[in-house]
C-alpha cells in the first residue's frame, strides 16, 4: 500500500515540474495507527491451506457494524486435523461455527476462534468452516467516515497488513493465497458497493435493500480482499493492450456529487492508457478476465486491492502506482513482510516509467534525483526489514527505505544490465515465475542472475540488505589523448557496508564535446586509463543518477596518480576490449566465472569478443586480472 499526501490534483496534474513534485508529500496511508501489531504466529495455521473464501455480510455507509457469516473452504496439509484455528478480532461477536456443516462449540479470546473437531480430518481432505457473527468491529480493517470535499458517508476495508481479521474471519498468511474469493455485501438500495472481481449479480431485497455479489477467480492474498460503500456513480472505460484481443473492463466507483466526476475525469481517464503501458511493459493486466478500477475513500492515499484500488482522490502518481501494485503485489506478493520491496520498491519506481514514457525523460530525472535526495537524508537504513521489526508498520512503510530507496536500486539494476530489453525481459520473466503466488527478494535476486548472467550476489549485499551509500571522489589527468584518474568511495554506513561495487559513469566534457565512460569500481583508489580524442576541462561522477550517491573532491592533478601498466576498458563492452600500456604482442586469457578458459590468444592492444554470450568473464594479461561484463 501507499499513497500520496495531495495538495492541489489538477495543479499536479497540469504542470509536471520538479518543485510541485517535491511539495506532494509521499506517505504510507496505513491502516493502523502509528502501533506495533503484535501477531505472533499460531503454529495451528499450518495445519490448512485456504482454498477458497466466502463472505456475505451485511453493512451500511453509516457505521462500522456488520452482520452475517464467513465460509472458509481449506485442504488439510502436514497432519491430520483435529482442532480448526481462524483469527478473528475479539470486539465482533461470534454466533455459532459449523465445520461441514455441523454446529460445533468454539472459542473466541484473544483474536482467535478454536474448534476442536469430534473427528479428526485426513491429509489431502477438503473442510468448510461457517462462522455466523456480527457486531461494530473495534479493529481498524474496517473503517467509517465521509470525505471532507464531497459530502460522502463512506464505509470501507484496508487490511493491510495485519488487519484483515478486524472485519471476516481468516488466515492472516501471506504465503497462502485464497484461489478464489466471493464478497457479497447486501445494503440499503440507494447506495452502491464495490469489490474484488467482477459484479456477477445485484439481487434486490425486502425493505429496500439489494445484494451486491461480486466474485474473483484469481488467487488472491487475504489482505487485499476488500468492499467499499457509499452513494457512488459508476464511470466505464476499456484499455486495449497491444497484442490482447479483447477489451479489459476499468470499472471507477466515485462519489456521487455532481461536480466530481467533470472535476476529476481528466485524471480518472488516465487509467487507460496506463494499462495499457504497464501490460506493454510488465506483461499482460494480470486480471484482464475480470476487471481493473477505482472505488473513492477518504483514505488520503491508495491501497492497492486486488482489481479495485481504494483511494482518495485521482493523480498520475497514485493512480500509476496502485496499478502497479496489480503486478508487483498482488499478482506476485511478497512472502513476508521484511520482503515489503516486492509489493512497494517496483510499483514506486512504476511512477519512474510512467514520466519517462507517458510525460518527459527530465520529469522522470528530476524526480529520480529528489528521491536520492530523500533517501540520503539519513546514513542508514536497509531495505530489508530486520526481523525484529517485522510488526512495527512504520517500519515495514517506511517511506524513505521500503518506497525510495527500493524503487532506486531497480533503477541501479537497470543501469548495470545496461540493456532495457534484457531489463524489461527480467521484470516479465520474473512475474511469469511467480504468477499468483509470492516471492522474497532473494528470488528476484535469483532469476536476475540467472536470466541476466550477471551476478547480482554482491549487489543485494550491499544495497538490499546493506545500508548507507558512497560518497565518491576523484583524481584526474589526461595526457594526450588519454585520461587518467582514480576514483576513491567513503560510505556512509561503513561498519556495515564498507564499500559499493558497482559500475560507474563518468561524464568528461569541454564545453563543447562531452562523452560518459562506464567503469567497473571494484576497490578504493582504482586506477583507471581511457581513450579520449579531445581536451577535457571538467567531469562529472554518475551524471545520470543512476546510483544512489554523493560526490566529495574532485582534484585535476597528476600528483598521486598511479598509473596502471595494464588496464582494459571499456567495462562493459559490447564487440571489442582494448588494452593499454602494451608494447608488444602479448598473451592474454578469457575464463568465465568458474576459471574455466573460454579464449587463449595474443593481442597488440584490441581484443575481439564479439563471440562471447553476455555474461561476466575474467581477463588476464600480464599477471594482471580483471572482471568484465559483455553486453
Not at 449479480?201 to 488472491?220: A, C, G, H
Not at 513476508?336 to 512504476?350: K, L, S
Not at 581484443?607 to 586480472?625: A, T, V
Request: aromatic letters at 16%.
Amino acid at each position: 500500500m501507499k499513497s500520496i499526501l495531495l495538495i492541489s490534483t489538477m495543479l499536479f496534474f497540469f504542470t509536471h515540474i520538479y518543485s510541485q513534485i517535491q511539495d506532494i508529500i509521499p506517505i504510507e496511508q496505513k491502516a493502523y495507527q502509528a502501533e506495533k501489531v503484535l501477531h505472533p504466529k499460531n503454529a495451528l495455521l499450518d495445519n490448512y491451506d485456504v482454498c477458497f473464501y466466502f463472505i456475505d455480510l451485511n453493512a451500511t455507509n453509516q457505521n462500522k457494524t456488520i452482520s452475517g457469516k464467513a465460509s472458509i473452504k481449506a485442504k488439510v496439509v502436514g497432519q491430520q486435523l483435529s482442532e480448526v484455528m481462524l483469527q478473528l478480532v475479539s470486539s465482533l461477536t461470534v454466533d455459532s461455527v459449523f465445520v461441514n456443516g455441523q454446529n460445533l462449540a468454539f472459542t473466541h479470546t484473544n483474536d482467535e476462534i478454536h474448534v476442536m473437531l469430534p473427528t479428526a480430518i485426513d491429509v489431502d481432505q477438503y473442510f468448510t468452516t461457517d462462522v455466523y457473527y456480527h457486531g461494530t468491529s473495534s479493529g481498524i480493517g474496517i473503517k467509517n467516515g465521509q470525505s471532507p470535499s464531497w459530502g460522502a458517508k463512506i464505509t470501507w476495508t484496508l487490511s493491510e497488513s495485519y488487519h484483515a481479521m478486524d472485519w471476516f474471519p481468516c488466515k492472516q498468511e501471506l504465503t497462502d493465497k485464497a484461489d478464489s474469493a466471493w464478497i457479497f455485501i447486501t445494503c440499503p438500495n440507494t447506495l452502491k458497493v464495490g469489490s474484488n472481481g467482477l459484479l456477477k449479480n445485484t439481487v434486490s431485497l425486502p425493505n429496500n435493500m439489494v445484494r451486491y455479489e461480486w466474485k474473483t477467480y484469481y488467487p488472491i492474498d487475504y489482505y487485499l480482499i476488500s468492499f467499499t460503500i457509499s452513494d457512488y456513480q459508476e464511470h466505464i472505460q476499456y484499455a486495449h493492450p497491444q497484442g490482447y484481443n479483447d477489451s479489459i473492463l476499468i470499472q471507477h466507483y466515485v462519489y456521487n456529487n455532481s461536480g466530481y466526476l467533470p472535476y476529476y475525469q481528466a485524471q480518472i481517464d488516465n487509467t487507460k492508457p496506463f494499462v495499457e503501458l504497464l501490460s506493454d511493459l510488465y506483461g499482460l493486466y494480470p486480471y484482464a478476465q475480470e476487471k481493473y478500477g477505482h472505488c473513492t475513500a477518504p483514505i488520503g492515499g491508495g491501497m492497492e486491492h486486488q482489481t479495485m484500488t481504494t483511494l482518495s482522490s485521482f493523480s498520475f502518481e497514485l493512480i500509476i502506482h496502485e496499478l502497479g501494485h496489480q503486478w508487483f503485489g498482488d499478482y506476485v506478493t511478497c512472502a513476508n513482510w521484511q520482503d515489503i520491496w516486492v509489493n512497494e520498491g517496483f510499483a514506486t519506481y512504476t511512477y519512474y516509467l510512467g514520466q519517462q514514457y507517458l510525460m518527459t525523460q527530465n520529469d522522470a530525472d528530476n524526480w529520480m534525483v529528489g528521491v536520492h535526495n530523500d533517501i540520503m537524508a539519513q546514513p542508514n537504513g536497509s531495505i530489508y526489514i530486520p526481523f525484529n521489526d517485522v510488526n512495527d508498520e512504520n517500519r515495514i512503510f517506511d517511506y524513505r527505505l521500503t518506497y525510495e530507496k527500493g524503487a532506486a536500486i531497480i533503477h541501479t539494476m537497470r543501469h548495470i544490465i545496461h540493456n532495457d530489453s534484457i531489463f524489461f525481459g527480467l521484470l516479465k520473466g520474473f512475474l511469469q515465475q511467480h504468477a499468483y503466488s509470492t516471492a522474497i527478494g532473494d528470488d528476484f535476486k535469483n532469476y536476475a542472475n540467472t536470466y541476466t548472467g550477471i551476478d547480482f550476489n554482491t549487489f543485494f549485499d550491499e544495497w538490499y540488505y546493506g545500508e548507507g551509500y558512497p560518497t565518491y571522489s576523484i583524481i584526474w589527468d589526461q595526457v594526450n589523448d588519454t585520461i587518467h584518474f582514480s576514483l576513491n568511495s567513503v560510505s556512509s554506513a561503513p561498519s556495515i557496508t564498507p564499500f559499493f561495487h558497482l559500475p560507474v559513469e563518468i561524464k568528461f566534457s569541454n564545453g563543447i564535446q562531452d562523452t560518459i565512460i562506464r567503469f567497473e569500481h571494484q576497490f578504493n583508489n582504482q586506477n583507471f586509463s581511457a581513450y579520449l580524442p579531445f581536451q577535457a576541462t571538467q567531469l562529472s561522477i554518475d551524471p545520470n543518477n543512476y546510483i544512489v550517491n554523493k560526490v566529495g573532491t574532485i582534484i585535476s592533478s597528476a600528483e598521486n596518480l598511479d598509473f596502471p601498466q595494464t588496464n582494459i576498458y571499456p567495462n562493459p563492452a559490447f564487440d571489442k576490449l582494448f588494452v593499454s600500456n602494451l608494447e608488444n604482442e602479448t598473451n592474454f586469457k578469457i575464463m568465465d566465472l568458474f576459471g574455466r578458459t573460454i579464449i587463449n590468444s595474443k593481442t597488440k592492444g584490441e581484443i575481439s569478443i564479439s563471440e562471447l554470450k553476455s555474461g561476466i568473464y575474467i581477463i588476464e594479461i600480464n599477471n594482471f586480472r580483471q572482471k568484465f561484463v559483455k553486453l
